[in-house]
């Protein structure tokens, strides 16, 4: 009878492990379902409805195509706030439909002189041969490092303005570094003088395109002078330097002193640079001129540490040694003393020609060149050396062959073509016993520049005479006009012809373009420099809506330069309204007057005052200012 409880107690257990095992399986469900439906609700509620919800037990199975990845880890986290992140399982995919974002196109030029690298990222696509081979003729002999990769993406919209404008800076500078991007270009160069920064940094303002920036910085070291050089004449003409040299302001005020006393009158300027032999240089030139001048006449020559004292001939010996042996004493100790004195040459007997050579050199830049050469190579020569020296073809020859020549013709006859090619036209006479070279010039330094090549090709005891004239009309720098200039230019050109809108608007008459273009032939001629283009209403109308038709007036106006290449960057617009009359307003003839647009400089003054105008954020309309 026992069989019947264990039957029993088997069939109980049974029924529970039966009742248990359903009754889990129930729960799961009801956990399943309710964590999907949750998770559905809470991806619904964040606009992921293309996310879709599974589970597997107590694990919630995400799937769908996410736009982005941003998107996915949006949809995980929102999930991640109903359930456990645990039990999330991420089978989304991505299908970003975007294009892959274009790389940064930019390319560094390195210059140093004596090679050329390129290194950057280009697109395939652009001309990269035309621009390479361009970089090529630049380079000349100099070797290209060419590190520039390309990337099959397309080509920016300024890219070629860029490398035309980069290219230009290449070729002005030969010791640079051009970094090009895809809408600007920076600039970083040394400059061989003064006068070439300032002429290359307005070229490349001036030139650079609309579309793109520029930013450029041009160091100017103080030029390297070798040999260091000082040469003062005093003839019957007066007193001249044909060369003079300085390295401190104080030693040109110290030796300019010292030829004023020795008769020199005008202006005269000494270039500064480095090269000095030594500190006491002033006082070698100072005490060299005082000595010529106690001489009376002659020339006195200072090459590096070499001084040179020429007397003419007909100078007393006794007074040249007196003076030559007292300045070589007083002379600092680097400096050696070398005294000449002349002795009148002697007139041939018989009746052979005294030989001369004649250069001449146009204003067109036609040279030509008339005198005895020793032999048909030494004329080949001549000839070679005329062409390297004035890059031209337009050279006349005309010479001829000539016995017993005075010695070393040739290397004089070379060394004043060399002088003279330092001058825009002029004269250069080549005779037994001097030089002599007269021109004109655009360029201050020039005279000091022949005198320079002179003494290096034939000494410091070589006699020759220079007649160098500067012309500020031959100077590209000095016909440019300065800030005050441009202004002041402009300023009587408007009053003339006034700029004038249509009524109520922003807009230029008609009659105003051709005033706008006579504005921008003076604008290329400015030098760079910061100017307002400023804009004034009369009284009539809301102050708040003056202020911005005046403001729009005025950007108008740069508009329409910039759109006729005006190429100055620090040129801006700005409105004033009626803060700043001219005239009465109670008048037609005053409100008339007081509706224009002023140009001004802007000074450090100016750009530091307060703002006059009143400030507002209102917008005016045509309609609600009476403004004409």
Not at 346 to 369: C, F, R
Not at 577 to 604: K, V, W, Y
């Amino acid at each position: 009878m026992r069989i019947i409880p264990v039957i029993l107690s088997a069939i109980a257990f049974v029924s529970a492990g039966v009742g248990a095992y359903f009754a889990a399986g129930f729960t799961v469900s009801w956990i399943e379902d309710n964590s999907a439906t949750a998770v559905e609700n809470r991806l619904a509620l964040e606009g992921f409805d293309w996310a879709s919800v599974q589970t597997d037990g107590l694990k919630v199975v995400l799937e769908g195509e996410a736009a982005s990845e941003a998107l996915r880890f949006k949809a995980l986290a929102a999930a991640g706030q109903i359930v456990e992140a645990a039990r999330v399982i991420d089978n989304f995919t991505i299908t970003d439909s975007r294009p892959p974002a274009a790389p940064k196109f930019s390319v560094e030029i390195l210059r140093n002189g004596e090679s050329i690298s390129l290194i950057g990222l280009v697109p395939a696509s652009a001309d990269n041969d035309s621009f390479k081979d361009r970089v090529a003729r630049i380079a000349g002999n100099s070797p290209v490092a060419d590190f520039l990769e390309t990337a099959d993406y397309p080509v920016p919209d300024a890219w070629s303005s860029v490398m035309s404008y980069g290219l230009l800076a290449l070729e002005r500078l030969e010791h640079s570094k051009i970094s090009l991007g895809e809408t600007q270009v920076e600039i970083e160069a040394i400059g061989e003088s003064e006068a070439q920064k300032s002429k290359i940094l307005e070229e490349l303002t001036r030139r650079t395109p609309a579309n793109i920036t520029s930013q450029i910085d041009i160091s100017a070291p103080r030029p390297v002078i070798t040999p260091f050089t000082l040469r003062f004449r005093i003839t019957a003409d007066g007193a001249f330097f044909d060369a003079c040299s300085v390295d401190s302001p104080q030693a040109a005020a110290q030796i300019l002193a010292a030829a004023k006393a020795a008769g020199l009158t005008g202006e005269a300027t000494c270039r500064e640079g480095l090269g000095v032999p030594s500190p006491l240089w002033s006082k070698a030139g100072t005490q060299s001129i005082a000595a010529l001048a106690q001489l009376g006449g002659g020339s006195v020559t200072l090459s590096d540490a070499d001084v040179t004292l020429t007397a003419p001939a007909g100078t007393d010996p006794s007074l040249f040694d007196k003076i030559t042996s007292r300045l070589d004493g007083d002379l600092p100790d680097v400096f050696a003393l070398t005294p000449i004195l002349l002795i009148a040459p002697e007139t041939p007997e018989d009746n052979t020609a005294i030989p001369e050579m004649v250069a001449t050199l146009s204003p067109e830049g036609q040279v030509q060149i008339r005198g005895p050469v020793i032999n048909p190579r030494a004329q080949r020569t001549l000839q070679t050396f005329a062409y390297a020296m004035f890059g031209s073809d337009d050279i006349y020859l005309s010479t001829k062959l000539q016995e017993n020549l005075p010695e070393g013709w040739m290397v004089r006859s070379l060394a004043s073509l060399a002088g003279l090619s330092q001058l825009n036209s002029g004269l250069a006479t080549v005779s037994p016993n001097t030089i002599n070279i007269t021109g004109l010039t655009g360029r201050r330094a020039a005279k000091t520049d022949v005198a320079q090549i002179l003494i290096d090709r034939l000494g410091d005891g070589a006699e020759f005479e220079l007649d160098v004239t500067y012309l500020e009309e031959l100077d590209p720098l000095a016909r440019m006009l300065d800030g005050q200039e441009c202004v002041d230019e402009i300023t009587d050109l408007a009053q003339r012809n006034k700029i004038q809108f249509e009524p109520g608007s922003a807009t230029l008459d008609a009659s105003s373009r051709d005033t706008v273009q006579a504005i921008a032939e003076v604008f290329e001629r400015c030098l760079e420099a910061p100017i307002e283009i400023g804009g004034h209403t009369d009284s009539q109308g809301r102050e708040e809506m003056n202020l911005n038709l005046s403001k729009a007036r005025a950007e108008a106006v740069l508009t329409a330069l910039r759109g006729v290449r005006v190429k100055l960057k620090s040129l801006t617009a700005e409105g004033y309204g009626e803060t700043q009359p001219i005239a009465d307003n109670s008048t037609e003839e005053g409100r008339e007057a007081n509706r224009r647009i002023e140009f001004r400089l802007l000074t450090p003054a100016t750009l530091e005052a307060p703002e006059t105008q009143p400030q507002t954020s209102d917008t005016a309309t045509p309609e609600e200012t009476s403004n004409e």
